[in-house]
T-cell receptor, first 118, second 114 residues
Framework: DTGVSQDPRHKITKRGQNVTFRCDPI?????LYWYRQTLGQGPEFLTY????????KSRLLSDRFSAERPKGSFSTLEIQRTEQGDSAMYLC????????????????FGQGTRLTVV | SQQGEEDPQALSIQEGENATMNCSYK?????LQWYRQNSGRGLVHLIL?????REKHSGRLRVTLDTSKKSSSLLITASRAADTASYFC??????????????FGTGTQLKVEL
């Protein structure tokens, strides 16, 4: 396993269409995060999974956004009825849950999916 | 929302020079991390400094943390062209049920010229 994998790398869609992105985390990592990054800004947190449970969602995640992580492995992020303001880089990250209550907080990021809504 | 600001927004230096980037944040923290991002790519973790640490080194990287001023600095010594990238600081807010939300600054774009 060489790292976090995201697919597709680039997506161009027409306004109003639905899009779905996939993230495959590092295999032993229980924790999975989605972030969104617009040009010239740092990434902003969207949502967090621990195994299959979605434990946190940002207010940035409107009703048109939904994320899943079935079986606690890969995750998908779907955007319905895309708008031009959804154009951004969508980044997935994962981190391990260590034993004994310890946790590593540094995240391992994928290469991202760049979404362009035209 | 962004946790803090980074300064400068852009920095251009010659290969071999040192590069210093500063980060300010707003709330109390458990730790502060620095990440690098090459153009259009994902982020790579560089170094983590805990709130009870004042300085940390890793290879050519030196990070300082001043919790009283809510600021951190990243120093890259003897820079190389390959160091050209955007650099982000990030603070983490632990979730009650475990896991950590990273809150990133706005980033410094570093360009190292030959």
């Amino acid at each position: 396993d060489t790292g976090v994998s995201q697919d597709p790398r680039h997506k161009i869609t027409k306004r109003g269409q639905n899009v779905t992105f996939r993230c495959d985390p590092i295999s032993e990592h229980n924790r999975l995060y989605w972030y969104r990054q617009t040009l010239g800004q740092g990434p902003e947190f969207l949502t967090y999974f621990q195994n299959e449970a979605q434990l946190e969602k940002s207010r940035l995640l409107s009703d048109r956004f939904s994320a899943e992580r079935p079986k606690g492995s890969f995750s998908t992020l779907e955007i319905q009825r895309t708008e031009q303001g959804d154009s951004a880089m969508y980044l997935c990250a994962s981190s391990p849950l260590l034993g004994g209550g310890a946790s590593r907080t540094e995240a391992f990021f994928g290469q991202g999916t760049r979404l362009t809504v035209v | 929302s962004q946790q803090g600001e980074e300064d400068p927004q852009a920095l251009s230096i010659q290969e071999g020079e040192n590069a210093t980037m500063n980060c300010s944040y707003k709330t109390s923290i458990n730790n502060l991390q620095w990440y690098r991002q090459n153009s259009g790519r994902g982020l790579v973790h560089l170094i983590l400094i805990r709130s009870n640490e004042r300085e940390k080194h890793s290879g050519r990287l030196r990070v300082t943390l001043d919790t009283s001023k809510k600021s951190s600095s990243l120093l890259i010594t003897a820079s190389r062209a390959a160091d050209t990238a955007s650099y982000f600081c990030a603070t983490d807010d632990p979730f009650t049920g475990g896991g950590n939300k990273l809150t990133f600054g706005t980033g410094t774009q570093l360009k190292v010229e030959l």
